[in-house]
T-cell receptor
Framework: GAGVSQSPSNKVTEKGKDVELRCDPI?????LYWYRQSLGQGLEFLIY????????KSGLPSDRFSAERTGGSVSTLTIQRTQQEDSAVYLC??????????????FGAGSRLTVL | AQSVTQLGSHVSVSEGALVLLRCNYS??????LFWYVQYPNQGLQLLLK??????LVKGINGFEAEFKKSETSFHLTKPSAHMSDAAEYFC????????????FGTGTRLTVIP
């Protein structure tokens, strides 16, 4: 597509429920990233995928968080047993490659998660 | 480890005044540095990037930033603020491992006063 598409744009859920957030990157972009933006905080790196390589999961805050990328394209971020502190905007980005430091990330508009 | 520090979570300027948003970085390797802007209810957009070529980098919408190694800084400036510049601005540094992951600062919210 023309840009990075994320869905849903807004999600309200109850504490303890599982949620799935979807990201559709720009066609041809091999690298995909998930960030979390909490109120008053910067962007917190969660995970990134580069082609068929093992993802870098070093930013995932707990084992309740997981992500997969199917067919090198669409990615799903799953949060199990949500907690109120998980409330944030989850941003997805993609880039042509993850091996060139000057590559530019293109961001989606984000998925706003509210855990009641 | 890579990191950036943005001084001032909120900056207010009058329309037509100079915009100065501060960013200092920490990096164990020559850094690649970026400024992104986030308008309300939108994703982040790249304003400009420094990739070890010219130290003065010009970006979109009249913004520019100067890489100063001696000061470990990459401050963002614009000579004359416009109402449409009101947004949140993020400084970021590229990951040391050679991968493309970015480490972001906490952001500076710019308010432009008419």
């Amino acid at each position: 597509g023309a840009g990075v598409s994320q869905s849903p744009s807004n999600k309200v859920t109850e504490k303890g429920k599982d949620v799935e957030l979807r990201c559709d990157p720009i066609s041809g972009h091999t690298a995909l990233y998930w960030y979390r933006q909490s109120l008053g905080q910067g962007l917190e790196f969660l995970i990134y995928f580069q082609g068929n390589s093992a993802p870098d999961k070093s930013g995932l805050p707990s084992d309740r968080f997981s992500a997969e990328r199917t067919g090198g394209s669409v990615s799903t971020l799953t949060i199990q047993r949500t907690q109120q502190e998980d409330s944030a905007v989850y941003l997805c980005a993609s880039s042509l490659s993850a091996t060139g430091r000057a590559n530019v990330l293109t961001f989606g508009a984000g998925s706003r998660l509210t855990v009641l | 480890a890579q990191s950036v520090t943005q001084l001032g979570s909120h900056v207010s300027v009058s329309e037509g005044a100079l915009v100065l948003l501060r960013c200092n970085y920490s990096s164990s390797v020559p850094p690649y540095l970026f400024w992104y802007v986030q308008y309300p209810n939108q994703g982040l957009q790249l304003l400009l990037k420094y990739t070890s070529a010219a130290t003065l980098v010009k970006g979109i919408n009249g913004f520019e930033a100067e890489f100063k190694k001696s000061e470990t800084s990459f401050h963002l400036t614009k000579p004359s603020a416009h109402m449409s510049d009101a947004a949140e601005y993020f400084c970021a540094v590229s990951d040391k491992s050679g991968a493309n992951n970015l480490f972001f600062g906490t952001g500076t919210r710019l308010t432009v006063i008419p």
